[in-house]
């Protein structure tokens, strides 16, 4: 593996948002997570071993300020980096 490449978490309700995202990150030799749900994604990132997650803030389950609360509450998930992404003007 690349010494540059990171595992990287994205989470985002919309489908086509998703998987730009993920295709702009693999291209740039990055191993992807995916998650359309922030349920899902709560559930499987303390097992990944993530360097970076990438979260929509506005989303239909949970908003991402939501889920970085649990995120940062759970010692296994708390010092991974959270960067949100979002469409909103």
Do not use: W
């Not at 010092?79 to 003007?89: C, R």
Request: glycine share 2%; hydrophobic share 45%; proline share 6%.
């Amino acid at each position: 593996m690349n010494p540059h490449t990171a595992k990287i978490c994205i989470v985002d309700d919309d489908p086509f948002t998703l998987k730009v995202l993920e295709q702009l990150l693999q291209q740039a030799g990055h191993i992807i997570y995916p998650y359309l749900s922030v349920r899902q994604a709560l559930e499987n990132i303390p097992s990944l071993n993530a360097d970076m997650i990438l979260m929509d803030v506005q989303m239909k389950e949970m908003d991402g300020f939501e889920a970085c609360r649990l995120l940062k509450k759970n010692e296994q998930t708390a010092s991974i980096p959270l960067l949100f992404v979002t469409i909103m003007d």
